[in-house]
T-cell receptor, first 116, second 115 residues
C-alpha cells in the first residue's frame, strides 16, 4: 500500500518570494509521482509528473519538483510566486507495476496563500 | 475538445434518499475514475473503470455505493440510503488508457450535501 504525506496544510508567502511545498511518500513498490493543483472554484489539473529519467521535472508556469528516491520525497518549488499561484496543491502517487489501474493516492493537500 | 463534465454541480438531499451522480469523460478515454473529496478524509479513490468493466472497486466505502458505465462513456455513481457522512465533493476523472503514468483529467465535481 502507498501513502502520501504533505507536511504543511497551509503555506502563506509574499508575492515574488520563493516557496517549497513538501511531499513525502511511502510505498513498497515503485511509484509514479504527480502534483495536481486546484485553483479556487476550479477542478483539479495536473501541474507536473515524474515518470522516469531526469529527477527534476518542470511545469510550464515555473514550478519544479525533484524526485529523491533515498528520501522518498517529491517537493514542489518555485523561485518567485505570483498572486495567481494561490491554490491548493496535491501530491499524489500511483503504482508503477504493469497492469496497475493507475488510481491515484493523494496527500491531504497544501493551501498556498500568496499575499501582495 | 470538451473536458470531463459532471452533473449536477450541487445536490442537496435528505438522509435516507438515493442519489445519482453523472460523469461524462473526455471522448476516446477508456479509463474512468471516481474520487471523493471530503474535509476529514481528503481525496480518496472510489472506483476505476476500463471500458464498461470495473476491475477495481476497492475504494467504495460500503455496499450503499455502486457505479456503472455504459457504452464505454458515461458513468453513474449511485449512493443508496444516503447518510450525513456521505456529504463530500465527488470527482470524476478520465485518462486515455488507464496506465499508471497517464495524466488523469478531472471534472469540476458534484458537491453532495446530505441533511
Amino acid at each position: 500500500a502507498q501513502s502520501v504525506t504533505q507536511l504543511d496544510s497551509q503555506v502563506p508567502v509574499f508575492e515574488e518570494a520563493p516557496v517549497e511545498l513538501r511531499c513525502n511518500y511511502s510505498s513498497s513498490v515503485s511509484v509514479y509521482l504527480f502534483w495536481y493543483v486546484q485553483y479556487p472554484n476550479q477542478g483539479l489539473q495536473l501541474l507536473l509528473k515524474y515518470l522516469s529519467g531526469s529527477t527534476l521535472v518542470e511545469s510550464i508556469n515555473g514550478f519544479e519538483a525533484e524526485f529523491n528516491k533515498s528520501q522518498t520525497s517529491f517537493h514542489l518549488r518555485k523561485p518567485s510566486v505570483h498572486i495567481s499561484d494561490t491554490a491548493e496543491y496535491f501530491c499524489a502517487v500511483s503504482e508503477r507495476a504493469s497492469g496497475n489501474t493507475g488510481k491515484l493516492i493523494f496527500g491531504q493537500g497544501t493551501t498556498l496563500q500568496v499575499k501582495p | 475538445g470538451a473536458g470531463v463534465s459532471q452533473s449536477p454541480s450541487n445536490k442537496v438531499t435528505e438522509k435516507g434518499k438515493d442519489v445519482e451522480l453523472r460523469c461524462d469523460p473526455i471522448s476516446g478515454h477508456t479509463a474512468l475514475y471516481w474520487y471523493r473529496q471530503s474535509l476529514g478524509q481528503g481525496l480518496e479513490f472510489l472506483i476505476y473503470f476500463q471500458g464498461n468493466s470495473a476491475p477495481d472497486k476497492s475504494g467504495l466505502p460500503s455496499d450503499r455505493f455502486s457505479a456503472e458505465r455504459t457504452g464505454g462513456s458515461v458513468s453513474t455513481l449511485t449512493i443508496q440510503r444516503t447518510q450525513q457522512e456521505d456529504s463530500a465533493v465527488y470527482l470524476c476523472a478520465s485518462s486515455l488508457q488507464g496506465a499508471s503514468g497517464d495524466t488523469q483529467y478531472f471534472g469540476p465535481g458534484t458537491r453532495l450535501t446530505v441533511l
